[in-house]
């Protein structure tokens, strides 16, 4: 019986790489002259420090140039709200990864409604779809590419 999972991952390497680039370019910047402005990654949290709420904005802007580049989707990061000190400011840009339960929810809900003839079931931070025929599957993959969800999805393990 044909199936395949729904998970949502990012690449760990191709994250790191956009950090230090993005740490690269905000070093090398005019505008940046003179501050004490970088990023650092720790697990899947961005932390961006600088002098000024509007270095933050361009710092983001910078941040979110670099990981679309390397192929991360956007809307998987989360940013928090910026906390700004006397003579710092700090934000973090958290990348989530993984389907949480309501989102998989969401999607085993959106695939019953759609009369589809498969069985969805939730496996941890990931929806196992399984079906008689290939082709309902692949109906499934562009049900859920064109239906709005917060979190990049991507298909994988597909199986005859």
């Not at 998970?7 to 505008?31: K, P």
């Not at 949290?45 to 270095?55: G, Y």
């Not at 990061?77 to 998989?104: C, H, N």
């Amino acid at each position: 019986m044909p199936t395949f999972d729904v998970v949502s991952e990012i690449d760990h390497h191709e994250l790191a790489n956009a950090v230090d680039q993005a740490n690269r370019e905000v070093t090398t910047r005019f505008d940046f002259k003179g501050s004490d402005s970088s990023y650092s990654l720790a697990e899947n949290v961005v932390t961006m420090k600088t002098e000024s709420d509007f270095q933050l904005d361009q710092m983001l802007d910078v941040l979110y140039a670099k990981l679309a580049k390397r192929g991360i989707d956007l809307a998987a990061a989360e940013p928090g709200e910026p906390e700004i000190m006397a003579k710092t400011a700090t934000r973090t840009v958290t990348i989530r990864e993984g389907i949480d339960q309501d989102l998989a929810r969401k999607i085993v809900k959106t695939v019953k409604g759609s009369k589809i003839k498969v069985q969805a079931s939730i496996q941890g931070d990931q929806v196992r779809i399984t079906g008689k025929k290939r082709d309902d599957l692949q109906a499934v993959i562009a049900l859920l590419k064109e239906s709005e969800l917060e979190l990049p999805l991507q298909f994988k393990n597909f199986r005859d």
